[in-house]
């Protein structure tokens, strides 16, 4: 089966709303999480990271949340807005010292509503 | 702000040909990947690589695959001979934490 996961296609939410997107994995060994943002026809962009020695970090107006015991990350972005409307995806890896390839979940689509 | 750059942006090409996707990383950048993305579906690692050598690679990087830094500044995925199911996008990354992606080349194989 696939090392990380994610539990919801499509997520709607009302601007200026808070979203929560969640995000499985399977591997305990996995020590290194990452969320990324996808837009139509563009690449993976890097929104936040979290390595496993921490349970929460945040950023701009985002926070990843991790929990090792259930083997569960979230990405909670706050006061949604327009540019926000993306496909997000967590990957994982667990670090081996060297160039490590990421393990990807299906990713979540969000949708803005105005 | 250092972006990675991918050309070309859309290749389209005839069953067994040979397709060169070309990548230029972040140029103080040491670790490089590339991943594909089938339409639809998640992204899939396919290769990385440091010093000049395959560092890691997945089941879907098979002998039809290969990676070359042929200067300073780019770094190149080569198909041999293309099959229907290689289209999809391809992505080249760099970095070590907080890997950074390109924009992606398109592939339709026909």
């Known amino acids: 089966g696939e090392s990380v996961g994610l539990h919801l296609p499509t997520l709607s939410v009302q601007e200026g709303d808070n979203s929560i997107i969640n995000c499985a994995y399977s591997n305990s060994a996995s020590d290194y999480f990452i969320w990324y943002k996808q837009e139509s026809g563009k690449g993976p962009q890097f929104i936040i990271d979290i390595r496993s020695n921490m349970d929460k970090r945040q950023g701009q107006r985002v926070t990843v949340l991790l929990n090792k015991t259930v083997k569960h990350l979230s990405l909670q972005i706050a006061a949604t807005q327009p540019g926000d409307s993306a496909v997000y995806f967590c990957a994982e890896n667990i670090s081996k010292g060297g160039a490590d390839g990421l393990t990807f979940g299906k990713g979540t689509h969000l949708i803005i509503q105005p | 702000e250092p972006e990675v750059t991918q050309t070309p942006s859309h290749q389209v090409t005839q069953m067994g040909q040979e397709v060169i996707l070309r990548c230029v990383p972040i140029s103080n950048h040491l670790y490089f990947y590339w991943y594909r993305q089938i339409l639809g579906q998640k992204v899939e690692f396919l290769v990385s690589f440091y010093n000049n050598e395959i560092s890691e690679k997945s089941e879907i990087f098979d002998d039809q695959f290969s990676v070359e830094r042929p200067d300073g500044s780019n770094f190149t995925l080569k198909i041999r001979s293309t099959k229907l199911e290689d289209s999809a996008m391809y992505f080249c990354?760099?970095?070590?934490?907080?890997?950074?992606f390109g924009a992606g080349s398109r592939l339709t194989v026909l």
């Open positions: 990354a760099s970095g070590l934490d907080r890997v950074a």
